[in-house]
């Protein structure tokens, strides 16, 4: 990522790539060029006297050097290299601004039109090659004049590097510049594939949001090294703002991974904003000081994260904590030059590290996910079994057949109340997920049930907007009856069940439990099924507790999580 005032080795960095590692082959430094502002056509005249000229590396100083706009000069003296005969030679000019090559007074190549306002120019790229007329870079000096003009866009003049090479040598290295957008593609087929397994397979948010991290750090190293294929010069500030905007989505999006990977409080996310604006404006005084807070900042939160999920025993947090501490070290061993290059091997190693971790917690989700399927089956065969036993059938024909010698109406809805009972329970053998609507009357056709057997008053009362929410089959089906076999006898009891608009936490309560919370407390067929059933639909992503309140009920509170 190129400063606002271009650093002498990141502009080396640049031409080392661009002319396979020369860039004194002028015999001397380019800096030392001479440079004019202003647009006089005598100064391309190989006899024109510059020696009062500055040179580029003076002018750089002044303040019309650091936010220069318009038109200038620069010339110099050089010297090429000694190459075979016929060997075509080019020059390579990586600069921000259109321009005009003149080689012994003769042009020998233009990039855009060079202009004398905003309307008569046309822009040229950042990177130019002007090939040398054959025989025209013999040996000896030779007089070196390139006009420029930077009329367009927000950004002021600059030359990131210069140097003169064998056509075919430049050409050779220029395809080499390929290989970061191919490596690129990395970053692309994990987001591709996390999107997969999020769609198909895991609805896990931290799956989701690690194809978007992939994502968008291809993107940023995709931006990052765009100004190695050259752009049109006025985009290079868009492309440094570009840069910045995506290392915070990078650095919060990694931030978020963590914390939804680990199950933190979201409170992180706000430190990490924090932070990086902080940072940001602290070593804002160019675009890589500000991508370099918000690294420092993104990391450093991460690493915090990861070591504190393993110390608190989180499954597979050392990967990801052996990833940041590589990705934090080379970043401050490499300052703010940290995309110039190691971002990209840093990055590699951070996502091979957390791969491997989320390959683990997958196989591991995969194993629980099969073992809480096959719980769920046997147990709910036996609630099946339990709720249709020989003794149940057998006290509730005996009550239909007192109803029916009593009050034949009463005993018609008795038995329309035992077939809707039945009807449900059958309906949902095998069904991973109902309705949270026939839920609720299941467990009213139950009540009703057991009024007519046993002569009590038994009330459910269902407390929110039942559309759109799913639940597993027979769960609160199972926790009513849980507590009529342990609550005290009663001739009435009280059933209330409440849930979120989002469907993710859910509070069952039962009175009359006052003297049996040993016995409802204890982890039973229900319990087990209940359970079996949530780690069946949420694997990993459920909490369940059940505790006597305040008001003498028996609470059971269910939390599903991030769906």
Known sequence: MNKTHPNPRCARCLCLLLVFGSLVVFGQDWRDFKVQTGDDMSFAVPTFDDSEWLTYRQWRQTEEGR?????????????????????????VVVALGTSEVYWDGVRIGTNGIVGIDKASETPGNSIFIAAIPAG??????????????????????????????????????????????????????????????YTFSFRERAFLLFAVLNLSVGLLYLVEHWRLLGYPYYFHLPRLWAVVVLSGVVNLLLVQFFITMHRFAKAYVWVLAALMLGLGVLLGLHHDGIAFGFFLSGLGVSQWLTIRALWLGRPYAFWGL???????????????????????????????????????????????????????????????????????MMNTLTAAMEWI???????????????????????????????????????????????????????????????????????????????????????????????????????????HQEGAVPEASAEGTGTRYIKARLEENYPGAWEMASFLSDRGVWRTEINLGDR
């Open 322 to 392: 052996v990833g940041c501490l590589i990705s934090i070290s080379t970043l401050l061993w490499s300052g703010s030059d940290f995309l110039e290059g190691p971002f990209f091997f840093c990055f590699i190693a951070m996502i091979l590290l957390v791969l491997l971790s989320l390959s683990l917690q997958i196989r591991h989700t995969r194993q629980s996910l099969q073992k809480a399927t096959l719980t769920s089956a046997r147990l709910e065969t036996e609630l099946l079994r339990k709720q249709i036993q020989p003794h149940f």
């Open 136 to 197: 025209a870079a013999e040996s000896g000096q030779h007089q070196l004049a390139i006009r420029f003009s930077n009329y367009h866009g927000g950004y002021y003049f600059g030359i990131l590097g210069m140097g003169i090479s064998e056509l075919n040598r430049v050409n050779h290295r220029l395809r080499t510049i390929l290989w970061p957008f191919v490596l690129s593609s990395l970053f692309f087929i994990v987001a591709i594939y996390f999107l997969l397994v």
């Open 405 to 511: 010698e009593r009050d034949p109406p009463a005993a018609v809805r008795f038995i329309k109340a035992l077939a809707v009972e039945l009807r449900a329970l059958f309906d949902i053998s095998g069904r991973k997920r109902i309705p949270i609507a026939e839920e609720i009357a299941m467990c009213r056709a139950h009540l009703d049930t057991l009024s007519f057997r046993t002569g009590q008053t038994h009330v459910f009362e269902a407390e929110g907007e039942p559309d759109g929410i799913e639940v597993p089959p027979a769960l609160f089906l199972t926790l009513l009856e849980n507590a009529l076999t342990h609550g005290v006898p009663d001739s009435s009891h009280h059933f209330s069940l409440k849930w979120d608009l989002a469907g993710r936490f859910f509070c069952f309560e039962a009175d």
């Open 67 to 91: 936010r220069f706009k318009g038109n200038l000069w620069l010339r110099a003296k050089v010297t090429p290299a000694s190459y075979s005969s016929g060997t075509s030679q080019g020059l």
